[in-house]
């Protein structure tokens, strides 16, 4: 097994086109969740190798801001296609790494090529808008500019996928990007940036460094949030290192987008389809171990329809398997590291001495060694949203209550500081609008007769309070990696000011 899995993450970076000499001999070692054995080490970039990668960056970004956007597209085209090319092995890399299943794996390579072909027809449609002048011969307009160096921080949870959402939007915005991944996901980052030098390497004439990875663990993560020559940090992960980044950012006036904590609910109302609400709840959370920022973790049931559905949910959640996610097709893999299954721990404990009822999140013995975290995902009938349920843990945990009234349960759903995902499984129209209003769900994501988790690329991705605020991905959040500049111009012979103001001279 130890050597199994050590020989193939080899083999996968070799056929990846990994020098070798970025993961072995340093200093960050990188484990495998699936055995939790340590696959590589990797050297790791101190504050002033940071600080040269940053220069390089400043570099790029001189001449990447003056190349036509349509070009950069054609930049992020051909690594869409080396990405559907490498698709199967990165998809086994981010299992090897990640611990995902391999649907979930390849899943989040798609997750990438969609997006890289989101920005190859943002590429054309980076537009401003023409507006009404209040003075005679002027023309008014918006301009939207290249920002500068992006910075992108991001989770063990999606190791690829998020880098894609900002290195795709921020290449056609004409910006260059420096990449701090997880420690806990280091090689997938070494793959992604072997990936896009091929892409360079095919597109022909784009600038040195307009990607880079830099590694190591929040002394390096540090460097770049504190450089003012990063424009823009985008930044994914737990709220309590947003907690530590937004202000830093903002303290030099950067810009940040936060990607952070969630503790995203459903509601299961009377007129649901309840067979189609269970599989969407099974998915939502215990799909990738719990450990999506969109996984479900709370779940409102009415009362009328609690005893059809939570002993088949129940049931589920014994039933479901849990495995190595190389060997198997499990659909559970492991927790990422043994923090992660303490957090669970602790947070089932807390459940039931706030008179939880818990089933399942045992530990699974058979599935692996010691050195590996497989669990037995838990659903935990909770008589009312009190302790544990009022925070997000990294693990497969989902809450279940009861409720009777709908405005009371809409109230109970916001009443968390996060504020990223959530949806109603209903089929009246009036309950289904009313949590898609403004008085509904105070997310950034709102679903209907779907799951919490899961979302294309096509829309706006992030959320609300203590989920930082930020959007990534699709709709219009490309306008986050651009400055924008309003333009007036006369063509007239005068000088009219506007608001009437005379100043003759
Ligand atoms: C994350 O967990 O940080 O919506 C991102 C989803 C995925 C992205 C999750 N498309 O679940």
Redesign the pocket.
């Given at each position: 097994m130890t050597d199994s899995i050590a020989t193939d993450t080899q083999d996968v970076l070799t056929r990846l086109g990994i020098d070798r000499a970025l993961y072995t001999g340093g200093t960050l070692a990188s484990f495998s969740p699936v055995t939790g054995e340590q696959i590589a080490t990797l050297p790791e970039h101190d504050g002033p190798a940071v600080t040269a990668a940053i220069d390089r960056a400043a570099a790029a970004f001189r001449i990447w801001r003056n190349v036509p956007a349509p070009r950069r597209g054609e930049l992020v085209r051909v690594l869409g296609e080396e990405l559907r090319a490498a698709k199967d092995d990165l998809g086994r890399l981010v299992s090897i790494e990640a611990g995902k299943s391999p649907s979930e794996g390849a899943?989040?390579v798609q997750?990438m090529i969609d997006i890289c072909d989101f920005a190859v027809g943002l590429s054309r449609q980076l537009y401003g808008l023409t507006i009404a002048t209040e003075r005679p011969g002027h023309r008014m307009m918006e301009t939207w500019h290249p920002l500068g160096v992006v910075g992108v921080i991001?989770?063990f949870?999606?190791p690829v996928?998020?880098w894609s959402w900002n290195a795709a939007l921020a290449l056609v915005c004409g910006n260059p990007v420096v990449w701090k991944p997880s420690e806990k996901t280091p090689l997938t980052a070494l793959a992604c940036q072997a990936i896009l030098d091929r892409a360079l390497t095919r597109f022909g004439d784009a600038p040195d460094a307009l990607s880079q990875v830099i590694i190591g663990g929040p002394g390096t993560g540090g460097a770049l949030v504190d450089d003012p020559r990063v424009a823009l940090v985008s930044a994914?992960g737990s709220t309590r290192m947003g907690r530590q980044v937004g202000p830093r950012v903002a303290a030099r006036f950067g810009r940040s987008i936060l990607?952070l904590g969630?503790n995203n609910a459903g509601i299961v109302c009377p007129s649901a389809d309840l067979d189609m609400a269970l599989r969407a709840i099974a998915f939502g959370a215990m799909?990738?171990a719990g450990?999506?920022?969109?996984?479900m973790r709370r779940l409102f049931v009415h009362d009328s329809v609690y005893d059809q559905l939570v002993p088949g949910l129940i049931k589920a959640y014994g039933s479901v398997t849990v495995g190595n996610p190389l060997t198997t097709q499990a659909l559970v893999g492991p927790l990422i590291d043994r923090q992660a299954f303490e957090g669970m721990r602790d947070a089932l404990h807390a459940a039931k001495a706030a008179g939880g009822t818990v089933h399942g999140g045992s530990r699974v013995p058979d599935a692996a060694p010691d050195t590996a975290y497989y669990v037995q995902p838990a659903l935990v009938e909770m008589p009312c949203q009190t302790g544990p349920v009022l925070t997000e843990t990294f693990a497969p945990i989902l809450y279940v209550m009861r409720y009777g009234d709908f405005d009371d349960v809409i109230d109970q759903h916001n009443a968390v500081g996060a504020g990223l995902?959530s949806s109603i499984f209903t089929t009246d129209l009036r309950e289904s609008e009313i949590f898609l209003s403004a008085a509904g769900s105070d997310c950034g994501?709102a679903n209907v007769n779907i799951g919490?988790?899961?979302?294309?690329?096509g829309g706006a991705?992030g959320g609300e309070k203590e989920t930082g605020g930020g959007r990534e991905?699709g709709s219009d959040a490309w306008k986050a990696y651009m400055r924008r500049a309003t333009n007036t111009i006369n063509y007239s012979r005068d000088l009219p000011l506007a608001q009437g103001v005379v100043f003759d001279i």
């Open positions: 899943g989040e997750e991001s989770a949870n999606f996928a998020v994914t990607e969630g799909g990738t450990q999506r920022c969109t996984t995902s994501i919490t988790s899961g979302a294309e690329i991705f991905s």
